[in-house]
């Protein structure tokens, strides 16, 4: 992608944090820019979690990290973050948005108005009420300030109190995996093997942040009529007191916490498990992408409904089983079902995978990105002349 003179766009990230932090939103923002790196001139903007100022590469991806003096409702404490945008904008031909992120939404007021700018709308506020409350008015303007609003999938615009005043500009923009990345060599496959000599079989598995929106108690509960062997990967908040539901249930045997391993690692629990649960219960839960990630490795998904693009990602009778929000025994009985049958689950698993192959690649995904930056360039041009 070229302006021109033949040479590679600019095109600057913004984001609050940037790997090797981790969270969805940050892995997304760095597909983007290593895999756009040869086609786009692309660069981050994004804060440190706490201490001062410095630049550095990632992947051989220029890297901005403001200062912050800590966080704030998990947002980072970066006064600078504006002034450092404004810098740099004088070379750019293009800015990315990643949202929420009040402090990023709040600079976009600092660039030139003949520079274009875009946003990918990763999910509303649900949880700080009195955070949106106060700047649901400066989002709005935000809104109407950039040219175009990349959403994960459609049903962000049907739900979102702010979009729908946008959705002429909003495109949908599904995240997308590196197919490769999920590919299993002979060691692979033997580490599989070695989690389920382990754990024992079946298994169920769960990845993500322990948090209050992905419903584990839910799931937590449901394995009381479930025979399988529960494993929970990741870290967060909640750890201790799930813990406590698992011993106070019995499940101690059946239910087991993994500390958030490495990507390799993920991997491989993906492989090794027969069904992935994903038991949201809130709209922070906009698209899970680890959903995607399971399907790659061809397993089906067992998720809630939603109104958000969760059961969009993995569809009910296609690619797994979708139950209603916050019922255990609903969970227990799609669980149960796609472990009793093995055609059933063998079916969707291979649904799952063929989903992901037509809807949901890297390839994909960085391919509709740049068609909303040439749109958003090409907008700008005519408005110029």
């Not at 706490?50 to 990632?58: A, F, L, N, S």
């Not at 754990?199 to 992905?214: H, I, N, T």
């Not at 009985?333 to 093995?342: F, M, P, Q």
Request: proline share 6%; net charge positive.
């Amino acid at each position: 992608m070229t302006d021109p003179e033949g040479n590679r766009l600019r095109v600057l990230q913004v984001n609050k944090l940037y790997a090797p932090e981790i969270g969805g939103v940050e892995r997304t923002v760095q597909l983007i820019a290593e895999g756009l790196r040869e086609r786009v001139a692309g660069e981050v903007l994004a804060c440190r979690v706490r201490g001062r100022g410095h630049e550095d590469w990632v992947n051989g991806i220029p890297v901005h990290r403001v200062g912050s003096l800590g966080r704030v409702l998990s947002m980072p404490l970066a006064p600078t973050l504006p002034l450092r945008l404004r810098a740099l904008s004088r070379r750019l031909d293009l800015v990315h948005f990643h949202a929420p992120f009040p402090l990023g939404e709040l600079s976009v007021f600092l660039l030139p108005r003949a520079l274009p700018a875009v946003v990918t709308w990763h999910s509303d506020i649900i949880r700080q009420r009195l955070l949106l409350r106060i700047y649901q008015g400066m989002l709005r303007r935000f809104l109407h300030r950039v040219a175009l609003v990349m959403v994960t999938s459609p049903m962000a615009v049907r739900t979102s109190p702010l979009l729908g005043a946008v959705a002429d500009k909003c495109r949908v923009v599904p995240l997308g995996v590196d197919l490769a990345r999920f590919e299993l060599d002979a060691a692979g496959r033997e580490r599989v093997r070695a989690v389920r000599r382990r754990f024992g079989e079946p298994l169920v598995l769960f990845v993500g942040r322990l948090v209050y929106y992905k419903g584990l108690e839910y799931l937590v509960a449901a394995m009381r009529d479930v025979r399988a062997t529960l494993l929970i990967v990741g870290s967060g908040p909640l750890r201790g007191s799930l813990e406590r539901e698992v011993q106070q249930a019995g499940l101690g045997s059946r239910v087991h916490f993994v500390d958030a391993p490495s990507d390799a690692d993920v991997v491989t629990y993906l492989h090794a498990c027969d069904v992935f649960v994903l038991p949201s219960i809130h709209n922070s839960e906009a698209f899970g992408l680890v959903q995607v990630e399971a399907m790659a490795c061809g397993k089906p998904v067992v998720n809630t409904a939603l109104p958000t693009g969760v059961p969009y990602v993995s569809v009910d009778g296609t690619t797994g089983l979708t139950v209603p929000l916050r019922d255990p025994a609903a969970l227990a009985g799609a669980i149960g079902s796609l472990l009793e049958d093995r055609v059933l689950r063998e079916r969707l698993g291979a649904g799952a995978r063929a989903r992901v192959e037509a809807e949901f690649t890297l390839g994909r995904m960085l391919d509709r990105v740049l068609d909303v930056y040439r749109e958003a360039l090409d907008g700008s041009a005519a408005r110029d002349r």
